[in-house]
């Protein structure tokens, strides 16, 4: 039986000497697409909004007020009109080519991102995301069973492979990308995860498009592959994170 995706990147990320790990709404896409969908067709209700902002519910039952509420068909056609950054493409068959296992993270859906990937030519690539299953359903394949503040666990994947010895490079922008980047070796970030960084003290490279980061791992892949890059991440693991 041939490996998904998924299975493949476990079989050749856990130890390797490098990984990439990669946010997709407002990384990859140039927009955040599940808010794009969830603003346009099922706007999230205040009351459940405010929740979330303070910290009182996690992410799933917000998704469930909005993003379940909406018709796969319309949310695809608005997928079809993003467009994800020109420098990714390369990036993704430089990694291919020297050997870096890559992975999507994302608390969106595979709905859009599996239709956007492909679409570009990159369905290969493994991704880590919640699904929409139909209208008033979804499902967190990739869920943490301690804690739901988040549906996708991006931080159980980045702790997986640090546990394995790998060095791990995390690419990303917003609130679930803090608690993965606590368990990465070099954060590239912008908005609202390089604003953290810079709370917490925690050294990044600024994060402007993959054909930068792109040209900063070319230029020193050995000093990335064997730990000495600098500046290294310094974050600590978000309280909220349990395992």
Not at 34 to 39: A, P, T
Request: hydrophobic share 45%; charged share 20%.
């Amino acid at each position: 039986m041939t490996a998904t995706p998924i299975e493949g990147f476990w079989a050749r990320a856990l130890g390797a000497p490098l990984v990439v790990l990669t946010d997709f709404d407002f990384t990859i896409s140039q927009v955040d697409v599940g808010d794009l969908i969830c603003e346009t067709l099922a706007p999230y209700p205040p009351g459940p909004l405010a929740r979330f902002a303070r910290g009182e519910i996690g992410i799933r039952p917000l998704w469930m007020e909005s993003f379940a509420r909406v018709e796969a068909s319309e949310a695809a056609a608005l997928a079809d009109q993003v467009a994800i950054d020109p420098g990714f493409p390369a990036f993704a068959a430089w990694a291919g080519t020297e050997g870096i296992p890559l992975a999507v993270v994302s608390d969106g859906f595979t709905l859009y991102i599996d239709r956007i990937l492909g679409r570009e030519g990159l369905g290969h690539l493994p991704v880590f995301a919640n699904r929409y299953v139909a209208k008033g359903e979804l499902e967190w394949p990739h869920g943490n069973p301690a804690c739901d503040h988040c549906g996708c666990c991006k931080a159980a994947v980045a702790r997986r492979l640090k546990e394995s010895g790998s060095h791990i490079v995390y690419v990303g922008d917003g609130m679930t990308d803090l608690y993965a980047s606590a368990f990465a070796d070099w954060v590239f970030a912008k908005a609202g995860l390089a604003c953290y960084m810079r709370e917490q003290g925690a050294p990044f490279f600024p994060f402007t498009g993959f054909a930068d980061a792109l040209s900063v791992l070319r230029e020193n892949l050995d000093r990335f592959r064997n730990g000495t890059m600098a500046p290294r991440n310094t974050l600590r693991p978000h309280p909220r994170c349990r395992f």
